[in-house]
């Protein structure tokens, strides 16, 4: 069972930035394509970005485009999502998500989940 470990969350004032990070416990057949949804107090979760391990364009939220950044670290088996230009509608709860393919992310479908990450971004 693949286990994702988020870390990196925290507080910031609008304009700020912070990375969050997720470690896989190993990369296996099963995960392919890893990123980040958020989910904020009586809203949906929402997807805001993703990378395929195997190389490719990562995908962004249009919100978050400009000004957030998906990266990894395969020696690591580490994604880090740089966020800049926080603003207030950023604050949710951050969840490192892993799939096999990138529709099964995008559906939410046979993923791995972390426990989430709290980022909090005050105006």
């Known amino acids: 069972q693949v286990q994702l470990v988020e870390s990196g969350g925290g507080s910031v004032q609008a304009g700020g930035s912070l990375r969050v990070s997720c470690a896989a416990s190993?990369?296996?057949?099963?995960?392919?394509?890893m990123g980040w949804y958020r989910q904020a107090p009586g809203k949906e979760r929402e997807g805001v970005a993703a990378?395929?391990?195997?190389?490719?364009?990562?995908y962004y939220t249009d919100s978050v485009k400009g000004r957030f950044t998906i990266s990894q670290d395969n020696a690591k088996n580490t994604v880090y999502l740089q966020m800049n230009s926080l603003k207030p509608e950023d604050t949710a709860m951050y969840y490192c998500v892993a799939s096999r393919t990138v529709r099964a992310w995008l559906n939410q479908e046979q993923s791995y989940w972390g426990l989430g990450t709290q980022v909090t971004v005050s105006s």
């Open positions: 190993e990369y296996t057949e099963s995960i392919n394509c």
């Open positions: 990378i395929y391990l195997g190389g490719g364009v990562p």
